[in-house]
């Protein structure tokens, strides 16, 4: 009589043993799937706070985007660290009070982005293509820049734009 409890006992432990191990299998799974979806809502999302015209010397205009503005030394810090994508038509533009030799890095960055520099009179001195994420590698002007617009790798090359084009752009309310 002792033995059978014995071993009843044991199948009640190995069966309870067994549905812990699968929950802990189930939440392990779910879990990964959870913090993706948190940290996508945590991310920073667009908002479009202007617009931005490319043009050619000529004035001939090439294209028009969306711009968010980034205009203070926290926004500026922050620009495009964590964010997971960008629209093809969506930038943000680093707008500082004075020219300057401007240098940017991608640490912190998840995006590959090409960095358009662009001088007080609205022309593109100099465009870094295809930045590496995560890099802490110098992107600098060539010349001082008062603008530095970011857009996502190889933007340029599909739509044309390369250093003397300029550009224009208009904050919205």
Known sequence: ME???????????IILS????????????????????????AAPQFKKEGELFFLRKDDQ?????D??????????????????AMEEM????????EEWYASFWMKNCVL???????NKTGSIVTIHKNTTPFSEQSYT???????????????TDRHNVSAGDRITWKRIK
């Open 3 to 13: 033995k059978q409890k014995s071993v009843h006992s044991k199948k009640k432990w």
């Open 18 to 41: 067994a549905a812990l191990i699968i929950l802990i299998i189930i939440i392990a799974i779910a879990m990964p799937k959870k913090i993706d979806q948190d940290t996508a809502s």
């Open 61 to 65: 205009p090439i294209i028009g985007i």
């Open 67 to 84: 711009i968010e503005i980034a205009d203070n030394d926290s926004r500026r810090e922050v620009g495009m660290m964590g964010r997971p």
């Open 90 to 97: 969506q930038g943000m533009l680093f707008v500082f009070n």
């Open 112 to 118: 590959s982005l090409d960095m358009i520099f662009i």
């Open 141 to 155: 002007a060539t010349a001082p820049t008062l603008l530095v617009l970011e857009v996502n790798a190889g933007f």
